[in-house]
């Protein structure tokens, strides 16, 4: 079978939930959330705290490899950071097309530049020019701002650019996160490229990635909200390529998560504010929702509670084996 990439989430998966995820097996590749050029050359710092696996051979602990994302509309910038980031030894470097956030858009970033093919191109090339061979340099784009004018063109510009391989979010900037996905425009991409092409969007289940290869052409799939609403669904996709059988047992998947859900949990309150903490873990258990009862009562159960010492107990009636720091 081919390749499956975890997506980059900024705001929803960050190092914690990659090494949770990534442990669970499964992933060939993940990408850091966007970090974001504008003007300044960033320092070491910004690019660990957006991927501390950079101290750590760009790599999960489960040893998946981590690229780096970045986002920008400067060629000359953005080439000058990549060349920064080539100093901490990245897995790669992902320039991003596709973040539809307006905060990002006003300043001429993210999807916005897929209304500008040229752009595209002087951005891409200044940024691989910065970038050793040796390094892998990739693309992730959607399909255009408001349509699929200039789709093509996008992908020819970033192919001609010097990417050695192109995921596509195949949607517009316009249809934001909605279904569906239009897996069809990865085919007529990969009709007039040479590139790899790595096809994303809406892959919740083991059938939609196997509809999704069929209808993209592509054996390649990146997984965003899918990974982190079931995080047994990569091991589901691979054992049913293996010809396993793989009858989705929830209730098996819950207790198999439990142990994940409290490494989390500890990761979490190790690493952000006792403010935060709290809303971290909610947001995870929202996404677990979709996929499991037991989630919805967790998140219910904890819901309104913003202390971490509160949650933990909760987290412990519930199941999650806690060790004693933490519980
Ligand atoms: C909360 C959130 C944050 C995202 N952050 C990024 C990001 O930092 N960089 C990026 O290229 N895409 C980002 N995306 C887009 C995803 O990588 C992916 O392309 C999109 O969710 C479609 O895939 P899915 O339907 O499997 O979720 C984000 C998506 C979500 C939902």
Not at 134 to 160: H, N, Q, S, W, Y
Not at 208 to 233: E, K, W
Not at 279 to 299: I, M, P, S
Not at 308 to 325: E, F, I, K, N, T
């Amino acid at each position: 079978m081919g390749k499956l990439l975890l997506a980059p989430m900024d705001g929803l998966v960050d190092d914690i939930l990659r090494d949770v995820l990534t442990r669970v097996g499964a992933y060939d590749l993940a990408v850091s959330e966007f970090i974001r050029v504008s003007g300044s050359l960033l320092p070491a710092r910004s690019f660990h705290r957006s991927c501390p696996e950079l101290t750590r051979g760009s790599r999960t602990d489960a040893g998946t490899p981590v690229v780096v994302q970045l986002l920008g509309s400067d060629p000359a910038c953005l080439a000058e950071n990549a060349a920064q980031l080539v100093e901490l030894a990245p897995a790669g470097i992902d320039l991003n097309f596709g973040c539809p956030a307006p905060t990002v858009n006003r300043h001429g970033g993210g999807a916005t530049l897929l209304a500008d093919p040229e752009q595209l191109f002087r951005i891409a090339a200044a940024v691989r020019r910065a970038i050793p061979p040796a390094i892998p340099f990739t693309a992730k784009m959607r399909l255009g701002v408001d349509g699929t004018a200039t789709t093509l063109d996008c992908a020819r510009a970033l192919e001609a650019a010097g990417v050695v391989s192109l995921v596509v979010h195949a949607r517009t900037r316009a249809e934001a996160y909605r279904p569906p996905a239009h897996w069809e425009w990865v085919a007529r991409i990969r009709d007039v490229v040479q590139l790899p092409v790595v096809a994303n969007g809406e892959v919740w289940t083991t059938d939609d990635h196997a509809r999704c290869c069929a209808v993209s052409g592509s054996q390649d799939v990146m997984v965003g909200r899918g990974a982190v609403a079931d995080p047994f669904l990569a091991r589901r996709i691979r054992a049913l390529a293996a010809g396993q059988s793989v009858a989705a047992d929830r209730s098996l998947d819950w207790r198999r998560l439990l142990p994940l859900l409290a490494s989390y949990w500890q990761q979490v309150c190790a690493k952000v504010s006792a403010r935060q903490a709290p809303g971290r873990l909610k947001l995870w258990l929202a996404a677990l929702r979709r996929t499991h009862g037991e989630a919805d009562a967790l998140f219910l159960a904890v819901r309104s509670l913003c202390e971490v010492d509160q949650v933990s107990r909760v987290l412990v009636q519930h199941g999650v084996p806690l060790q004693s720091s933490a519980s």
